[in-house]
């Protein structure tokens, strides 16, 4: 199966600092990344769609100034978290899409970053 | 309204038992996916089976599978022959389709399995 990487898995940072988080596909291009965030014991919410070259769409609620995101290129996507305050801190899972496989199971996971900010 | 709802936060099975874990849905769509994945607690999200609106057999992958009823909105997943290592989180997930065009998932808000010796 394609395989998604994230890096860096686990991440502490003070509050008010900035945290990049990267997501790259290894071997497929993704034209579309998603990236979701899981508070302890809930479920995954989709904060943002991201697809190459173009900006991303947001969902309601996710503040795209706090959360930057870039797609640069067809296999890495990288999500800023600006100025992190501790209710910042999540479980953050970003998603790829292989576009040949559309129809069927097309996303493939990274593994996580877990973000503490202190 | 809620598109997908598990209505089960927990649930217990004794090892090599058979286990339902329930899962309704909520789309106008007539093209959609749906999906069942496991979180163990690295984090990591495996997926384990995907069904399409359309297909007509309940999809089938090793020891899990599907129970579709299109008519109800339902898409429980069974898991056969329960192992200690199936203990985990589990969540339904749905794509919707061709009119919305959007790709995302979205979740239930999971089922937390637990296997006992």
């Known amino acids: 199966g394609a395989v998604v990487s994230q890096h860096p898995s686990r991440v502490i940072c003070k509050s008010g600092t900035s945290v990049k988080i990267e997501c790259r596909s290894l071997d497929f291009q993704a034209t579309t990344m998603f990236w979701y965030r899981q508070f302890p014991k809930q479920s995954l919410m989709l904060m943002a769609t991201?697809?190459?070259?173009?900006?991303?769409?947001?969902e309601q609620g996710v503040e795209k100034d706090k959360f930057l995101i870039n797609h640069a290129s067809l296999t890495l996507s990288t999500l800023t978290v600006t100025s992190a305050h501790p209710e910042d801190s999540s479980f953050y899972i970003c998603s790829a899409r292989d576009g040949r496989l559309a129809g069927i199971n097309e996303q493939f996971f990274g593994p996580g970053t877990r973000l503490t900010v202190l | 309204a809620q598109k997908i709802t598990q209505t089960q936060p927990g649930m217990f099975v004794q090892e090599k038992e058979a286990v339902t874990l329930d899962c309704t849905y909520d789309t106008s769509d007539q093209s959609y996916g749906l999906f069942w994945y496991k979180q163990p607690s690295s984090g990591e999200m495996i997926f384990l089976i995907y069904?399409?609106?359309?297909?007509?057999q309940n999809a089938t992958e090793g020891r899990y599978s599907l129970n579709f009823q299109k008519a109800r909105k339902s898409a429980n997943l069974v898991i056969s022959a329960s192992q200690l290592g199936d203990s985990a989180m589990y969540f339904c997930a749905m794509r919707e389709g061709l009119r919305t065009g959007r790709r995302a998932l979205t979740f239930g808000s999971g089922t937390r399995l637990q296997v006992q010796p």
């Open positions: 069904q399409g609106s359309y297909d007509e």
């Open positions: 991201s697809n190459e070259g173009s900006k991303a769409t947001y």
